[in-house]
């Protein structure tokens, strides 16, 4: 479904991606893991073509991603942000329903969609009427998962979407996400700087540094067969018991 080839990015005179290639298994999630800096986020931006690449191509389904193919390849993906990036002015209701009614949805199929959308991400139906200063942090997160769905997307990306979440919060909405994507069987595509989380989200895991890819594989891959030194520190400073099990 996607596929990256010789994708280099610079910001001023830092180059911030090194050429690389990937590709991006249908049906599975692929965790984007590594330190902040690292190029990740960034990573993750240039295939949802919010930043064009400096060189390289990314196809999505065969087709490239451009400036003039973008919008509409976007309806196709389901973007999830750290913070959930909900509109301060749209009840939840209206944040999640908000690209289906502008691509002209009728109000009874949006309002049948979100409902069944807060019932997939355990998002309490009280909750849609209420604006973002009145919800929790997850509750937000939960939100701007229903709005990447909302079309229901070939592909889903998520950036940190639990970084800023509390342990409790960040663990049951874990849970959740897995069952969603289990059960939806989308393709993922999920940034993380967290060891654990990529263990139990990721079925591969690509772990960057300075820009460039150091290994590809699972994480018991990473623990038992280290590509570089860089791979083992990173697992070290984590503290990770019983890595690679994915249970």
Known sequence: MLRLVDIAKTFGTRMVLHPMSMEIPVGRTTVLLGPSGCGKSTLLRVVAGLIPPDQGQVFFNDEIVTSQSVQKLRQRMGFVLQDGGLFPHLTAQGNAG???????????????????????????????????????????????????????????????????????????????LKEIFCSLQKTVLLVTHDLGEADFLGDNVILLKDGRIVQKGTLEDFANRPADPFVTDFIRAQRIPNLGSNQ
């Open 98 to 176: 908000l690209l289906a009614r502008h691509l002209g949805w009728e109000v009874s199929r949006v309002n049948a969609r979100v409902e069944e959308l807060a019932d997939l991400t355990r998002l309490p139906h009280d909750v849609l009427n209420r604006y973002p200063h009145q919800m929790s942090g997850g509750q937000r997160q939960r939100v701007g998962i229903m709005r990447a769905l909302m079309l229901e997307p070939d592909l889903m990306l998520l950036d940190e979407p639990m970084g800023a979440l509390d342990p409790l919060v960040r663990y049951d909405l874990q849970n959740d």
